[in-house]
């Protein structure tokens, strides 16, 4: 935009001369001047970008012989007579052009010789002292503010890039954000489907296979005593219920543990009561709140304690436990305990692994938590999660 008030000047010292140097004879000469200047001024840019993508160098002399044959033209100008200062306003586009070339501070220096050059012609062509340094000063600070102008100019435009290269940096970013979310959402769908395919080992895989064994046994069994066959489908039927069962709770571990504004408490409550309906199991509940823990740490700690409800049903024999919430001081914690039968954690290895207390710990370090357990045969069994608890 700044283009147009350029032509804008142009145009005026154009239409002064002509009728400043309508009946002098060199009006033909001054007319040749105002055209190669306006030639010159209009093609620049073009002939710069050409130049430019030719060679860097090479450009930097073509600025420079660029200024030094304007500022010729405008001296020539100048100089024929009668004199007329304002062809001196030829000197602001190329004052704006130098700062635009060299920056600053070379384009101040360019910018200090044309007032110069200009103040020179001004008191020497017949310019009384007072007044032709008056207008030499005029137009030199004009050209200043010019040269003011274009480096406001030269600071917009590198921050427009900057913007453009933060804004691409961001875009970059954002994609990445959005790999690397994609990738967690597929890595915590694999760790939920080797969670499933555990816990499906570790309840239902074994009970279908004991039914399998059960069938086996009356088909042998209808052979040799028939009498027996009833007991062996009694247990089979047994078994069935206990495979639907162990199947729904599956279906409650996969289910969204949060609805709608329910908190930690809230969920757990909820437990308790489906325990007691279900599996008949007395759990009392002991807690104390301030804090509200983010979505994904309540989700962790209720599918922990659905974990440990269902191994104190399975395993334990006590229809009693209790919980811990503590989220009032730190540390942090959530505990379940039962005094039932109880197992050794370092020596019962394989009975850990079916209590799934691996898949426990893993969501405790998901949040951020960690699972510890104490327990001993005989003396029931405490699984303890809290911050800088130790790991199991």
């Not at 145009?11 to 009946?23: D, H, Q, S």
């Not at 007044?131 to 427009?160: D, E, R």
Request: proline share 2%; net charge neutral; aromatic share 8%.
């Amino acid at each position: 935009m700044y283009w147009f008030g350029v032509y804008l000047i142009f145009a005026a010292v154009v239409l002064r001369a002509l009728v400043w140097y309508r009946v002098s004879p060199y009006f033909s000469l001054v007319v040749v001047f105002l055209v190669i200047y306006g030639l010159l001024l209009s093609f620049e840019s073009l002939v710069e970008r050409r130049i430019k993508s030719y060679q860097e160098q090479l450009l930097t002399w073509f600025q420079i012989g660029y200024l030094f044959i304007q500022t010729g033209l405008i001296a020539g100008i100048l100089i024929i007579p009668p004199l007329n200062d304002f062809g001196a306003l030829l000197f602001i586009p190329i004052s704006l052009q130098a700062v635009l070339f060299f920056q600053r501070r070379s384009g101040y220096i360019c910018i200090s010789l044309f007032t110069l050059v200009m103040g020179a012609i001004l008191l020497r062509g017949g310019e009384k002292f007072p007044g032709g340094l008056v207008m030499a000063l005029l137009f030199g600070g004009i050209c200043f503010l010019a040269g003011g102008f274009a480096h406001l100019i030269i600071v917009a435009k590198k921050a427009q890039q900057d913007n453009q290269r933060m804004l691409g940096e961001l875009q970059v970013a954002h994609h990445q954000l959005q790999s690397y979310s994609i990738e967690l959402e597929e890595l915590a769908a694999e760790r939920e489907r080797i969670r499933l395919a555990r816990d499906m080992h570790d309840s239902v895989t074994q009970t279908v296979f004991s039914m399998n064994l059960t069938v086996q046994s009356a088909r042998l069994l209808l052979k040799r005593d028939r009498k027996l066959v009833n007991e062996q489908l009694d247990r089979l039927l047994e078994l069935a219920r206990e495979a639907m069962s162990e199947i729904q709770v599956l279906i409650n571990h996969l289910q969204p543990a949060i609805m709608g504004e329910e908190d930690l408490i809230k969920v757990v409550k909820r437990l308790v009561v489906e325990k007691r309906r279900l599996d008949d199991l007395q759990v009392s509940l002991e807690y104390s709140r301030e804090l509200n823990l983010p979505k994904l740490a309540v989700d962790c700690l209720t599918k922990i304690v659905q974990e440990a409800l269902t191994n104190v049903v399975k395993h334990a024999g006590t229809q009693k436990a209790t919980i811990r919430i503590n989220l009032t001081k730190k540390p942090f914690y959530l505990e379940i305990e039962d005094h039932g039968s109880g197992f050794s954690p370092t020596s019962d290895s394989n009975r850990s692994e079916h209590l799934g207390l691996t898949g426990m710990s893993e969501r405790a370090r998901e949040i951020g938590w960690r699972l510890s357990v104490d327990s001993q045969h005989g003396r029931g069994t405490l699984i303890r999660v809290e911050e800088g608890a130790v790991e199991i």
